[in-house]
């Protein structure tokens, strides 16, 4: 168990000239992010801004498009948590003056910048996933996968995060499983979800403040039909039916033929209904102890209130000032 009155971290600017300028003294609040559904670990720091030794001011040695990085120690010595460039920077007057940076590591530049590129039949999603970094000069570190052959992509003025979702999405099509991408010590990295070591717990008497479990059916679908075209009496056929989890119901959408270019398409846009709206919603969030090497994509074991089981964290935010963090969970499959 980690003890969290011990954890300390540093954050590090990245000066121009390679000097380094601690930043802890000067920090009103921090934190670090990884949200479901975004590729880039986000931090944001308000700092007090306060005069120099040289005579400049503190703000103007944290511009835009500098870099810095964050440390943690949780009892093992300092290690690097997140290193990135400033994209935002906002100052405010008050008594004292303040400014807020907000930096993003090295996968903003995939999800910000769009391509033209084609890749023949054939090629593995690691492959592709590799050439799209390799392209826009992002160090690769550990790529464990998708080892599975994908189809032709043709990608016209895609950004490259949605490039490598596609090739992702249709490698989990074609038995690969799920992956998360994300960038370790300035490198990317895609790795399947739960292979960290240690598992971290959680439990309601040691370090979880409170927890919300939220499941839904309200968007359910568990039915798709499919109609064919009208005939003379103005009539629609049904042509297939496609069936999800019925056990909680007849929640029914339909799709027409006309709709898509060949029946197979229509019966895969019936199928893809299904897969994004054919199980329960489920909303999981923990409050707890911060944990500074825990990620999105890792696997960790939570016994507290509905929660009792392992859980894939898809998303945690990290309040380094106030010691906590919130997780966003889901179920492993």
Known sequence: MIDSSKIKYNLIAILPNG?????DNFLRTITLSESDGELAARMEAEIQNQKMDD???????????GKVVLMADWGEGLK?????????????????????ITAYDDLIYLTKSSDDKFYKAGQTAKGIIEDIAKSWSIPLGKIDGPNVAVGKQVFRGDTLADMIKTVLDEAKSRGAGKWIVRSSLGKIEVVKPGQNSPV????????????????SIEN???RVKIYGGEDAE???????Q????????????????RQYDTPAAAKSAA??????????????????ADVPFLRKGDKVKISAGTLIGYYIVSGVSHNITQGIMSMEVEDIG
Do not use: M
Request: cysteine-free; charged content about 25%; aromatic content about 10%.
């Open 200 to 215: 971290y717990l959680f439990t309601a008497d040691e370090n979880v403040e409170s927890i919300n479990d939220r499941q």
């Open 19 to 23: 000097g380094q300028l601690k930043l």
């Open 234 to 240: 103005t009539k629609a056929p049904l042509v297939a």
């Open 242 to 257: 496609i069936d999800g989890k019925t056990e909680f119901g007849v929640l029914q959408e339909v799709i027409y033929q």
């Open 80 to 100: 690097e948590v997140f290193r990135g460039t400033i994209f935002d920077w906002d100052y405010n007057t008050d008594p004292l003056g303040h400014f807020t």
């Open 55 to 65: 005579g400049t001011w503190l703000h103007q040695k944290l511009q835009l498009n």
């Open 271 to 288: 199928q893809e209904i299904l897969k994004e709206r054919g199980s329960p919603e489920k909303t999981r969030k923990v409050i707890a």
């Open 220 to 222: 359910l679908v568990t």
